[in-house]
């Protein structure tokens, strides 16, 4: 008896590569389909747990978060909503009568007590909160800051001051300010010391003798406490062309995109107008979009390289 002819070898077929053939010679087409949908959507949650991982690193590095969700260009967009996807959060800037310029951190207080047609010094009164005085000078009449008792005396310079239950503070940011009514207990107060720029003064409100203490303040203490002069940008699945033209209208950046398409990258989170570095790092981290800087400043952003 001859032995059977052996079948021929026939290569399996991969099933991510024709995942079809067989469900379709046994009438399980509908079965596996939903199968894939399933396999496609635990994907799809696997990519965004690794997004918001990132995004938690950047915000441990950076104070800020973000995430982003990239549209290819072959599927339909839907309709523009009016409504805006971002918000900007910014300090109250009020011109006073004289020019000055103050920024007020939201909740301050501030009562002007002067005209432009009036005489003598140009006074003000901080009566809670943090605010920040641009003064214009003018040496015949000079700029009073009171704040919890304390005179902070100016002629054209830029400071800060600061209202709380237990003290009042004062950073000078540039020129010089006296402090006046130190010896609060006194029957005429004391003229205090002149604090110049790169320095801090605090004065104790709660011992009527007490005197300023005065320290250096580096750039980055300085910078650290008047923050939130700065606006802060909050955007919620911003497409990336808007993002651009925020951030070029906030803080005077040159950036711009290389396509419309890359426009349509949708951003969530949060950031300081004057540091757009962890938002450059995350697309280019994340999303594979080049950060070309120019040497004028320009930044151009283009999807790969």
Do not use: C
């Amino acid at each position: 008896m001859k032995p059977k002819p052996e079948a021929p070898h026939v290569a399996p077929v991969k099933w991510e590569e024709r995942p079809l053939d067989w469900p379709r010679s046994a009438g399980q087409v509908d079965q596996v389909l939903a199968a894939l949908k399933l396999r496609e959507r635990r994907q799809s949650q696997r990519r965004r747990r690794i997004t918001a991982a990132t995004s938690a690193a950047l915000l441990v590095l950076g104070g800020v978060w973000f995430s982003a969700d990239f549209r290819p260009a072959t599927v339909p967009q839907p309709a523009v909503v009016a409504a805006p996807t971002y918000r900007v959060s910014a300090p109250e800037r009020r011109t006073l009568p004289d020019g000055s310029v103050v920024d007020l951190q939201p909740g301050a207080e501030l009562v002007v007590s002067f005209s432009s047609a009036s005489s003598g010094p140009r006074r003000v009164t901080l009566t809670s909160g943090v605010a920040f005085f641009q003064v214009a000078k003018n040496a015949e009449r000079p700029f009073i800051v009171t704040s919890g008792g304390v005179g902070f005396r100016a002629v054209g310079t830029a400071f800060s001051v600061k209202l709380s239950a237990s003290e009042v503070e004062m950073i000078v940011t540039e020129g010089r300010v006296a402090i006046d009514g130190v010896a609060r207990a006194a029957t005429k107060p004391a003229s205090g010391p002149i604090v110049s720029a790169g320095n801090s003064a605090v004065v104790d409100l709660l011992r009527a003798e007490a005197l300023p203490v005065i320290t250096p303040t580096t750039q980055v203490d300085a910078g650290s406490k008047l923050a939130w002069r700065v606006p802060r940008l909050e955007f919620n699945e911003t497409p990336l062309f808007e993002v651009v033209e925020l951030l070029n209208r906030q803080s005077g950046n040159r950036l711009s995109l290389d396509s419309a398409e890359l426009g349509r990258v949708e951003i969530s989170g949060a950031l300081r107008a004057d540091n757009i570095e962890p938002l450059l790092q995350m697309l280019e981290t994340n999303y594979g979009i080049w950060v070309a800087r120019e040497a004028d400043g320009r930044i151009e952003l283009r999807h790969g390289k």
